[in-house]
């Protein structure tokens, strides 16, 4: 059950390197258009630095409000390519993870943190170029007091993750691509973005949205009425 | 009526040139204090990216949570110069922009844009140097189901628009000049500077704000006691 | 009493310089965990540029709700090494505190200042590289119209401060030291770090906490249990 | 200018009796849909006790935060059957009214008060059955030193409010109906009554929206698809 | 996928009844405890009066932000018993849910409502006793514009929701109880109940909790230590 | 030190009762004024029902995220009269206390909780008439794993609040007496109350603050302007 304490997966079925690899060519905002306008967490998940991305594999930690223990339990499950995920039980907003978790977790081969609750370090985590995306900085310490799961399926921001999916996260914030789903997203992202940039060279030129896009009909009939000028608009509605 | 759907107006009337550029000269606080300390948006309003700054004539948008429909009607609309600005019938953080409107908006001349919503692709918006203030930032993408209003008068983040009026954004916020007033709060906002300037010459000197602007007495009357140190006061007040 | 309005005592206490010398060598969250944990602010004031930092000693003012003009008293009370801590009477995130005021308290020698209200300015105060933490950055003017209290104690963000403590801020927050311990809490600071510098080296190395800090036994204890993989935890619990 | 300080309005037009009278018929929330969905302040508005209701014309207040002078100004200038409504130039949420000015307000015959900002002795106006839609509850008290503007035009929670504007509260918020709109609002709001009372009645003998008001084919037409039961959809998508 | 828009499931398996009557006699906090500390939402969900209670299984919504279309398709979907939990794709507050549809969903057999948005004719449904839990009371109206799901998977206020599990809401919330565990959730509700029946009578009878629970001991190894009076303390801590 | 963990002190010196019962008979706003506008804690404290008022001596306690330990040891240094407060090391909302904590509470004399965190039961809580000022509701479980303290000064939401300091609480909020002000201020409420219901008596007969307080001639000195109508008004100043 999601929410579930005590436990500790150790061995998970990731997604395919090669679509994790796709995925990692394209941005939040294009996976989740191509997904079909899900897997997005809210939109509180900030980068700790701006510019910050990253592209892997999810190792999930459920955790409890200012308990950190679980962080160093699922270091040892992080594998090269991996994006740690947390998720907590209660509303939180103290300093977790900071540069020390940071360096083991890049030692494990861990390429980044997405943690709904509170980082610290964040002077040292832009210096190591270490991304995280979270819900505060805050230098406000936790304890090592109570047991929480790895790689059990979590809710983070809004968002349910199984371990192994696919974790992207940029300045836009953070999407989960389901493991199963990774190629098929992969190639969908690619296709939108091939048409994009088509649009965006027309768009450049000048050319309107309302006519590449073929909006004028659909606007009058859902009855968008184009008036002259502001004298036309107030003789029909009084300010 | 403000917040009236399905009209878009053609023409509008801007503020004059001169003094669109002469407000381009100064900060968004100096204008505001130079207004009289209004027309400023709320303090949730911030820059994409630190540092961005624009001065322009504003195209107003109504539209609702979710929907970005109307920003396609306006880059019709927009002209060199204009600052396309975003009110919604109620609150909402999607990511309504992104790189491309961002390029058709800048293919029709405009300048930026202040959204009382989300935008996305904020790292390409950094990029291109296309400056957007915002609520939040958020890849969630929206639907093209409802139509709004295009230059008719909005409330944007707690001040009032009118198209046309003069919009100043910088690090520190929007500000928005009624088209009628803006050479006198240009004046204005020149002359402060032009004090400011002096005074400040003078407080770096090390001189205080309490005898340049005179302020001892009117401390004093208001009911301000100076005590020698902690231990004078500590005899009249219990801790 | 705290909160307590009209008093400004001239001379303070402050801590020793030894000690506040000491103390700038270190982080926020390293601090706030030499302390015990305590005396950190709340994760709101947040610095008005990335990678800001500040080291002195505090002078306090405290102020009405879109008044600044303590700002003003406190300038003449500061002394080189300061930093100014400004707490309210009730919240309020107008801009009380700008480019002029910085001036004034860098030609008075202070460092910089944390205010739980608003501060203006920001691009200017980047640039003079003076050091401000906020609750917001907001253009909105104030008036001087209440007095309130300079090196009086305050509540600031959650913390309490006295005249003369040690104010260290970064970007992870601002931490409170009071003045009778800066000694202590300056020598338990350094002692952290060189022994987090080893930790460090160790997990670098691709050694774990787990192991490092022992804690692999006391986990067992609090129920955490591992299982092989996600078949064998499916087959205990329903999804 | 909306925001302008230093002036009270001695005589303003109101809504006429008739369209106030039929009004306060309607709740807000077939008010707001009557206009055209607009003219609704933000839901943050809260009744200070429930089923506070009040309709009345608005004598319109702009009070600086923290500072509740003008609701004394207001007092002289209310007349029977108005309610107060207040704005302020930034946000706040202390106490600005309490038992003693309602005393004063109902002495005047006012019918309520709306307040952008917090009001206090909340036991006792429940006790007077005096209604108030307010930010917050809270004891916090206020100054009297800077002036603002009575019975000019305000922004209040988001909505245009001028001087003799209908305003209506209840349980749901609080809705503006421009005084030039009244007579017309008054008459969509008892036809949409009427309308709704019929489809009351079939919806309570269990007639399904979805054949009252037509909508299975757009629905369909819109991409909505039926499938049997959970085994049909696990078919197709993947959980 | 959580999150797909275009589904009608018309048919789903519901907890058996047994278990959702004797889930019924318990309220939020217990049947949360009794399951191990999960499936409970977030706190924002408020009952939209003091003292509303429900019990029953989930007819699951998804919806988009300021649009109600999918309750009307719900509408058909509901049987006796059931509770009708609507999750959308991005945060929003408008009324999406009044007395119309209350009278419709209660014609239908639905013992209530549960809305990660806003709800409004909060008066009239307290009139009629038909339960809500909402994360706001709103009157801004929706459209019907865009299509979501009815009876598949969501997500609502932090918790995930199956169609047919069990919903159980009162003044301290909603939880969820996934159907499968209702029977396990069912029984351990009951012997926690008859467990804490027998501590109240000891803790009425001035038995402390500390004895009852026997923490003595562990508190003095966790660190806790008692000092008689004030002045004992203050030797030790400065503060 | 604020905020040290590890401590319960067992005998503390509480305000003498004649004025803690002489407080009680004065709401929170009228203190608060009393003391000279400090010692209200933030709005967000509210009573968990309408109605609820207390007055006593505070029992302090300082507890961690998520973990309600310290309140079973508070229950046994509870005597009649006391108020328990509590404040926590960092922000949370989990419901730390209920209808047990409640039952032991009173069977200790303790006449009602603040805190600075949530609370559940609620509707037992009001059925037992035991009032709870909290910043939440909510039925989230908490651990009992980490020491804090008892008794010792705390910071609860943004008052400072020392053990045996006089706690009083209405639907207006919190505000703390320190205890050797306690005279003092029951004095000065007494009077003012008194001096209220003079005004009150004033103010129903029609007459107005404006005379009663005598603000014309320092209105008018601050600035403020009256104009006969809208029409003068807008002679001045464009919309």
Redesign the interface.
Known sequence: ?????????????RAEPASVAALANH???TI??A??????M??YM?PV???A?VCGTAVTIFA????N?ML??A??LLQAGDVAVLGT???????MF????A??F???GALGLVIDA?C?????L?AMGFPVWSK??????T?????GSV???I?CA???VH?GDVVIA????V?IV?K??APRVAAAAAAREAK?AK??QR????E???DI?G?RES?AK?????????A??AKE???
């Open positions: 059950m999601i929410g579930q304490s005590g436990i500790a997966v150790k061995r998970i079925s941005g939040v905002a989740h258009e997904m079909g306008r899900v897997g997005l809210q939109g900030r630095y701006p510019g991305k409890h409000p200012g308990d223990w160093h339990v270091a040892e039980s209660s509303e939180n907003t103290d300093g900071g540069d020390l978790l360096t083991s890049r030692a494990r509170g610290r370090d964040a002077a040292e832009r505060a900085v805050h230098a406000k310490g304890v090592k007091a109570t047991v790689n059990t399926p809710l809004g968002a349910l371990p940029d300045d836009d914030g999407v389901p199963a789903e994009e649009t965006r768009l450049a030129a000048g309107l949205g309302l896009y909006m606007l859902a009855g968008l009425r184009y008036v002259d000028d502001e036309a608009w509605w009084r300010k």
